[in-house]
């Protein structure tokens, strides 16, 4: 069997609720576990996040897994129901949706169900899902008059919680709108639970920081005492020594400019691992960082061993992890580790630890 896996630890995933139970202290938890657990696999983050006051997905079949495995708390479907159909079958299992549109609306209005759980979307400049503020008063009062309606929560989500110019706008707004409505309001994603305490409110939303990557560019997840949930390994399969002018890898875009030896690892693109990572992005082996050289293959990838006398064919090398955090390959590739997490391949096979 190839010698790639990722691993699952389900503590790192219970101390980074923790984390976020320690820095929004007076909120409850809505842990987001969309996109298979952000790559670590629904029921596998969901048993590390047991503790979370509520689960948010994106798909009715995640709800279901979820309830199916035995999951109490509340269950959020955040783009709400795509049919009637749904619907129905939401209110039967006690799932909660989102309505972020007309549409929604008229189709909960025109159902039979006996009941369900609604959190309003207001659009606060993404520009996405939601109801623009002008239009948000007329929802509220039309869900407030659905009989089927039994709890409403006020919700957004903000478009630069992890930029500079922060949330301070679409937050004034989301407030001046909601001022004085007796809801629970939930506004923050992981951006916002680190940068703004103003926005914990009654609900967090957190996704990426319970999986021990960073929502915050230039901030490391670690600096916020957060720990990697995946680690990604594999070993070296071959040894190549280069010859001073010789180039390795498809297209040839790298070349030694003095003899060296290089580690061919097991991964490649078609494991998850970024085919736009360049020359020198950080990686271990045997436990000590040193660089990815040449184009990532589909299966395989290249590392540079120069400094590294005994590694050798079946030396352990960490992809990210703890040692290489997923952020820092991200970061060289041109992309954030939301993505590469997310896209972890089904041929990974996956060992969860407790
Ligand atoms: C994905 C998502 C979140 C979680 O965002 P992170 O940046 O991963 O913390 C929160 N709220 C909504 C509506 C989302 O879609």
């Known amino acids: 069997m190839r010698p790639i896996q990722a691993t699952i630890d389900r503590s790192a995933l219970t101390h980074n609720l923790s984390v976020v139970k320690a820095t929004a202290k007076q909120s409850k938890v809505m842990a987001v576990v969309k996109a298979n657990g952000y790559g670590h696999g629904l029921l596998n983050a969901a048993q590390g996040l ?85 239009a948000f008063e007329s929802a509220l009062s039309r869900l407030a008059q659905c009989q089927q309606v039994t709890e409403i929560t006020l919700m957004t989500h903000f478009a630069t919680a992890d930029e500079a110019q922060g949330v301070s706008a679409p937050f004034a707004l989301f407030n001046r709108v909601t001022e004085g409505k007796s809801h629970p309001k939930s506004v923050a994603n992981s951006a916002s639970i680190l940068r703004f305490s103003e926005t914990h409110l009654d609900w967090v939303r957190p996704g990426i920081m319970l999986y021990g990557s960073t929502p915050v560019s230039g901030q490391s997840a670690a600096s916020f005492g957060l720990r990697a949930a995946m680690h990604f390994t594999s070993q070296i399969i071959a040894i190549q020594v280069l010859e001073t002018g ?109």
């Open 50 to 134: 047991a503790a979370a006051d509520a689960f948010a997905v994106l798909g009715l079949d995640e709800a279901l897994a979820l309830r199916n495995a035995g999951y109490q708390q509340e269950i959020l479907l955040l783009e709400g129901v795509f049919s009637a159909d749904e619907l129905l079958t939401v209110s039967e299992q006690g799932i909660s949706i989102v309505v972020h549109c007309e549409a929604q609306m008229e189709m909960l209005e025109n159902s039979h169900i006996k009941s369900v759980s609604v959190h309003l979307k207001m659009n606060t400049g993404m520009n996405r899902l939601g109801f623009k503020s002008e």
């Open 246 to 354: 010789e180039s390795v890898g498809y297209g040839q875009r790298f070349t030694a400019d003095k003899k060296m030896r290089i580690g061919i690892v097991a991964c490649g693109y078609a494991d998850g691992y970024p085919r736009h990572a360049p020359n020198g992005t950080p990686i271990a082996v045997d436990g000590l960082m040193t660089q990815t050289l040449g184009r990532v293959s589909m299966d395989m990838l290249f590392v540079d061993l120069s400094a590294l006398p005994d590694a050798t064919i079946g030396s352990s090398v960490e992809l990210w992890g703890n040692q290489v955090p997923v952020d820092a390959v991200a970061e060289s590739s041109g992309t954030i580790g939301y993505e590469l997490l997310c896209a972890i391949a089904p041929r990974v096979p996956v060992r969860v630890l407790t």
